[in-house]
């Protein structure tokens, strides 16, 4: 068969375009991209189709509302109450903006950031002296705490915390971290902070992250309580890193609080143990992270309030930060996702340590993708969810 020279051209000419449209979904910021955007007659589509694949970089860039869920329960031993009485993470309630805006990308790792300038500034103006940057680990640091010990202590948690990540979680993160912490040791400064924020409505959170600044403060608080506020924002970091910035609501607070709520015991983290307090004064119990969020579950689960998991997981930012039930949301998320991952049955870890993967490779994040990843139906997905809960609640001898 003679082969045909315009033939061939046209073939070769077709796979060259094909490759070419290919790449430009690949690497819509790619600076060739850039180029050939400006050619004549192909330049517009080439940019048509690079707009539609690139990621937004004001949503990536976008604050994050992250602030460490605390909950506390006063518990009166002899009237058996349950009160919560602090629920506490910056938010967004109505009219407030959700950190991604309300069409997140397709989430894809993204690099880390430095941090804002003029919120670096602003934060750093409110410091009770002017300091020079210290480290935290691999963050930088800047604060008015003169505790050495407890900066000592936070710079072990934030320097272990990502290879607590890796091993957790299966995944690795792009590697830096630019971001800054700023740690007031007055809360009235660090409110200070919060209130300057004009996307945050008035919110009493321990922690938030905000353009690449994390903050929190020291004043009237445990080491261990600044440490799980610490652990919770730099998590959500480490999150755009390994899985990327749009994630829905379920999976980003989960990982956080998953990580948040674990014992520190001699500077080292140790994940899937049950962190928080329980301090004692009479007949009275005041219980705080996660064992708080363990009662909180346990009695929902008793009661038969717990909403399903399959709610849970189609929420987005608005809903799942309203103020009715929110911390047992944070809740109902970490522990499905310390269900999974510390199972009597490690299939089960396993299957979710491939969901994130793909998450990571930037599949559709769905309830139903989990459940295809776990093999199992929402029913009994709900069931494991509170059998678990409430064998963390015997083994801390906690009241359900
Ligand atoms: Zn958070």
Redesign the pocket.
Known sequence: MRRDPLGKFFLLALIVAVAGLAAVTRAPDAKWVERAAKAAVIGPWIERLADLYRRPAAAAEAS??????EVIYRIDSRRNELRPTVVV?AGSAAGSVPPLGSEPALPLPIPSRPPDPEVLAAARELLAAAKDSQTLGPYTLYTDVRDRGLLIYLSAVAAQLESVYVSRYGLEPLPGAREAVVLFESEASYQQFLAGAPELIQQSAPGL?RSGVVATYSEGRGWSEVAATLI??LT?LVNKRALGPALPPWL??GL??DLAQSRIEGLRIFPGTLGGSAVRSGSRTEYKGGQAAVIELGRAASAGDLPAIQTLLALDWESFQSVDRRSQRYGQSSFLVRSLLDSSDPGLATAFRGFLRDVSEGQEITGEALLNRLGCSWEALDSQLASFVRRQAVKADLPI
């Open positions: 994050d509302f992250g602030g460490g869920v993470e992250l919770h924002e959500h980003d607070e956080a609080d």
